[in-house]
């Protein structure tokens, strides 16, 4: 699971909503990369938080503000249970919570459904 959510060139093949993520280089902490939402203007986003095989951390930096997306990736045997955070902060994030991570909350099963799809064919060609 980790080794797609950290892939995140790939991010739109499980993401419908996302045209493209880019990023020039390793995912690491501190690099950035471009995120571009169908419909939606390029944002900025920076890795906060990379703990293999646990946790992702990113920051988008939209205006007057930040969005802080924690995704979870927490063994239990053979399950993995995958726990996602959404933060806004800042004058009008206020405003980006709810045109933005409200939305991220209301698709967030399908979304999952479909990471968790690729993620698993992934594994089965030996991907990752």
Request: proline letters at 4%; hydrophobic letters at 45%; zero cysteines.
């Amino acid at each position: 699971m980790f080794a797609t959510i950290a892939d995140v060139d790939s991010w739109n093949k499980w993401d419908v909503d996302l045209e493209f993520t880019r990023m020039d280089g390793a995912a690491q902490v501190g690099a950035g990369f471009i995120l571009k939402p169908r419909g939606g203007p390029r944002i900025k986003i920076f890795i906060e938080e990379f703990q293999t095989p646990a946790r992702f951390v990113d920051v988008a930096q939209l205006p007057l503000a930040k969005m802080r997306t924690v995704h979870e990736f927490i063994q239990s045997g053979r399950r993995t249970t995958i726990r996602v955070t959404i933060q806004t902060w800042g004058p009008l994030g206020f405003f980006w919570r709810k045109i933005v991570a409200e939305k991220q909350i209301r698709s967030a099963a399908a979304q999952t459904a479909a990471f968790v799809a690729y993620a698993r064919e992934r594994f089965q060609h030996g991907d990752v």
